[in-house]
């Protein structure tokens, strides 16, 4: 029911910056929660960042303090700005939406993010 769509990935050298977003259409709850994900080359995917309605964060040890998760909630966007990054922060970065209500789960079909020299 919900159609998630990310952009703003791309090729960036490393100590370089970018900025995700994803913006979340369909039916969507007034409760729920956003969040990032990414899952490198041969690796699980794992949780960045997730953020809920009232703007309570949570973030993955190895971005803290390098990237920040925030949302526009009247756009029904959410946003990932990567700085200081690092060749292992390539992956694809997926989009997450769940219901509050009743923890169903949707996902965006990424975009991809190479840090490289």
């Known amino acids: 029911q919900v159609q998630l769509v990310e952009s703003g990935g791309g090729l960036v050298q490393p100590g370089g910056s970018l900025r995700l977003s994803c913006a979340a259409s369909?039916?969507?709850?007034?409760?729920?929660?956003m969040g990032w994900y990414r899952q490198a080359s041969g690796k699980q995917r794992e949780l960045v960042a997730r953020i809920t309605i009232r703007g309570y964060t949570d973030y993955a040890d190895f971005v803290k303090d390098r990237f920040t998760i925030s949302r526009d909630n009247a756009k029904n966007t959410l946003y990932l700005q990567m700085n200081s990054l690092k060749p292992e922060d390539t992956a694809v970065y997926y989009c997450?939406?769940?219901?509050?209500?009743?923890?169903?789960?949707?996902w965006g079909q990424g975009t991809q993010v190479t840090v490289s020299s």
């Open positions: 369909g039916s969507i709850s007034t409760n729920y929660v």
């Open positions: 997450n939406l769940v219901n509050g209500a009743t923890g169903f789960g949707s």
